[in-house]
């Protein structure tokens, strides 16, 4: 178990909020975007959470928290364990990749989309999002998608899924990254898959993160997705 600062709690506009830590020793394994981790107060519970953006040379990082509150009567140091969990794979033969997201999905996409921004700039990035996952975002976050030109405002009362039919029209994207509650991120990649994208290039991510991890998750190949509740014998 190592430990992190907790440097500062952010608090964003909705029920989002998110906390900026710095670890004690990042000599440990590097994160992949799409990993999470486990946060407590020493001794206490751990609660799952999604990193923003990456712990790399002793800087500072930001991870999402569904229950901040529980880390303030703290000394200022935190359990960690981490990175877990299976994260986004790294689009290496695609020319054009669309994220889908919603609610807070897109926090959990944000690193993603920075790291692959730096890596790999020639790949063109299409984003959707709806107007909670753009007021969800830490400023530091909307400062550089505003830079790559992937923050539209302008999103009220437009349905997701409508703009995704749209997008799909105009151009198909080579790879697909879905980041939103589990009924949304199959209908959305359905509608990827009939517009001819192929289900081993529609990636879901499951907001639900669980501990211990699971076998695979929380980012998952649509193929490769276990049937909702429902549909379970």
Same mark, same amino acid.
């Given at each position: 178990?190592?430990?992190?600062?907790?440097?500062?709690?952010?608090?964003?506009?909705?029920?989002?909020?998110?906390?900026?830590?710095?670890?004690?020793?990042?000599?440990?394994?590097?994160?992949?975007?799409?990993?999470?981790?486990?946060?407590?107060?020493?001794?206490?519970?751990?609660?799952?959470?999604?990193?923003?953006?990456?712990?790399?040379?002793?800087?500072?990082?930001?991870?999402?928290?569904?229950?901040?509150?529980?880390?303030?009567?703290?000394?200022?140091?935190?359990?960690?364990?981490?990175?877990?969990?299976?994260?986004?794979?790294?689009?290496?033969?695609?020319?054009?990749?669309? +994220?889908?997201?919603?609610?807070?999905?897109? *926090?959990?996409?944000? #690193? %993603?989309?920075?790291? /692959?921004?730096?890596?790999? &700039? $020639?790949?063109?990035?299409?984003?959707?999002?709806?107007?909670?996952?753009?007021?969800?975002?830490?400023?530091?976050?909307?400062?550089?998608?505003?830079?790559?030109?992937?923050?539209?405002?302008?999103?009220?009362?437009?349905?997701?899924?409508?703009?995704?039919?749209?997008?799909?029209?105009?151009?198909?994207?080579?790879? +697909?990254?879905?980041?939103?509650?589990?009924? *949304?991120?199959?209908? #959305? %990649?359905?509608?990827? /898959?009939?517009?001819?994208? &192929? $289900?081993?290039?529609?990636?879901?991510?499951?907001?639900?993160?669980?501990?211990?991890?699971?076998?695979?998750?929380?980012?998952?190949?649509?193929?490769?997705?276990?049937?909702?509740?429902?549909?379970?014998?």
């Amino acid at each position: 178990m190592e430990r992190v600062r907790l440097l500062e709690v952010l608090c964003l506009p909705g029920t989002g909020q998110c906390l900026r830590l710095l670890l004690e020793d990042d000599a440990g394994s590097a994160v992949i975007p799409g990993q999470y981790c486990l946060l407590g107060v020493h001794g206490g519970a751990l609660q799952p959470c999604s990193y923003i953006s990456l712990p790399e040379h002793h800087g500072p990082f930001i991870v999402s928290a569904s229950h901040p509150g529980r880390f303030a009567a703290t000394d200022g140091w935190l359990d960690y364990r981490g990175p877990l969990g299976v994260g986004w794979p790294l689009p290496l033969r695609a020319g054009r990749l669309l +994220v889908v997201a919603s609610g807070n999905g897109l *926090l959990s996409v944000a #690193a %993603a989309i920075d790291e /692959l921004a730096c890596w790999m &700039p $020639a790949l063109r990035l299409d984003l959707i999002a709806d107007a909670a996952s753009l007021a969800g975002l830490p400023e530091e976050c909307r400062r550089w998608l505003h830079s790559l030109g992937l923050l539209d405002e302008r999103v009220h009362g437009a349905c997701l899924l409508e703009r995704l039919h749209r997008q799909l029209l105009e151009r198909l994207p080579d790879v +697909v990254f879905c980041a939103t509650p589990d009924f *949304l991120g199959r209908s #959305a %990649a359905q509608a990827c /898959l009939r517009s001819g994208v &192929p $289900a081993a290039s529609i990636w879901l991510r499951n907001e639900r993160l669980q501990s211990p991890p699971p076998a695979e998750g929380p980012v998952v190949r649509f193929d490769r997705l276990p049937p909702p509740l429902h549909q379970r014998s």
